[in-house]
C-alpha cells in the first residue's frame, strides 16, 4: 500500500497560520482524489476540503475561506494553507488519497490515509 507523510502540525496563536504537507511514498502511478479531513477530541471525523487530479477544489461550509487547498502532481504531495485561525480549528488533521500504484510491472489501486498531524490554536 501507498503511505502518506503528513508535516507541519503545531501550536499557533488564534489568527495565525499554518501550512501543512501530505507526500505519498510509494511508486505512484496516478492520483486521483485527494483530500484533507480533521477529527476534534469527541467528535466524529469531518472534511476539511478536497482537490480533484484535475486541480477542482471544494471545502467545508465552515472554512468561509480561510483555508487553501493545493496539490503538486509532480511531487505527488497536497498542501492545506490554513489562515486565520481560530481555537475551534484545534484537532487531528488527516489527508487522505487515492489512485494506482505500481510494484515492478503490477498496477494496483491504493486509498490510504495518512497518520495524523496535530493543529493546535491557542486563544
Known amino acids: 500500500q501507498v503511505q502518506l507523510v503528513e508535516s507541519g502540525g503545531g501550536l499557533v496563536q488564534a489568527g495565525g497560520s499554518l501550512r501543512l504537507s501530505c507526500a505519498c511514498s510509494?511508486?505512484?502511478?496516478?492520483?486521483?482524489?485527494m483530500g484533507w479531513y480533521r477529527q476534534a477530541p469527541g467528535k466524529q471525523r469531518e472534511l476539511v476540503a478536497a482537490v480533484t487530479s484535475g486541480g477542482s477544489t471544494s471545502y467545508a461550509d465552515f472554512l468561509k475561506g480561510r483555508f487553501t487547498i493545493s496539490r503538486d502532481n509532480a511531487k505527488n504531495t497536497m498542501y492545506l494553507e490554513m489562515n486565520r485561525l481560530k481555537p475551534e480549528d484545534t484537532a487531528v488533521y488527516y489527508c487522505n488519497a487515492d489512485g494506482i500504484y505500481y510494484t515492478g510491472s503490477t498496477y494496483s489501486p491504493f486509498d490510504s490515509w495518512g497518520q495524523g498531524t496535530q493543529v493546535t490554536v491557542s486563544s
Open positions: 510509494r511508486n505512484i502511478y496516478s492520483i486521483n482524489n
